[in-house]
C-alpha cells in the first residue's frame, strides 16, 4: 500500500486549506485497511492524531480537540482521505502526515508542509 499526499502550503490565520492522500495498491491489501486520518508533527513536538476515520461510512470519524469544528475528514472507500481545514491558526502549522492501517500493518505519506502565518 503506498500514500500519497498533497495540498499543504503557506496561508494566512483564518484561512482553509484541503490536503488529500491517495492510496494504491493491491485489492487485496487496500480490502484490509480499516482505519484512514491524518496525524501532524510540529518542530520539537511528537507526532500527534488529527483526524480519523474508519473505512467503514458508518462508523463517525474522531478528531483532536484542538480541531474539533474547524477540520473535516471525509474518504472514498480507503482509495482516498481528505482533511479540510478552515479557520487555520499558527498552532496548526505542522508537517502533516496521512496513514491507513490494517489489523497489523500501518502506512504513512510522506508528510506534507503546512504553515499558517499569524
Known amino acids: 500500500v503506498q500514500l500519497q499526499a498533497s495540498g499543504g502550503g503557506l496561508v494566512q490565520a483564518g484561512g482553509s486549506l484541503r490536503l488529500s492522500c491517495a492510496v494504491s495498491g493491491t485489492s487485496e491489501s487496500i480490502v484490509k485497511i480499516i482505519y484512514m486520518g491524518w496525524y501532524r508533527q510540529a518542530p520539537g513536538n511528537q507526532r500527534e492524531l488529527v483526524a480519523r476515520?474508519?473505512?467503514?461510512?458508518?462508523?463517525?470519524p474522531n478528531y483532536a480537540d484542538s480541531v474539533k469544528g474547524r477540520f473535516i475528514i471525509s474518504g472514498d472507500n480507503a482509495k482516498k482521505v481528505d482533511l479540510l481545514m478552515n479557520s487555520l491558526k499558527p498552532e496548526d502549522t505542522a508537517v502533516y502526515y496521512c496513514?491507513?492501517?490494517?489489523?497489523?500493518?500501518?502506512?504513512w505519506g510522506q508528510g506534507t508542509q503546512v504553515t499558517v502565518s499569524s
Open positions: 496513514y491507513a492501517r490494517t489489523r497489523n500493518v500501518a502506512y
Open positions: 476515520m474508519g473505512s467503514n461510512s458508518g462508523e463517525r
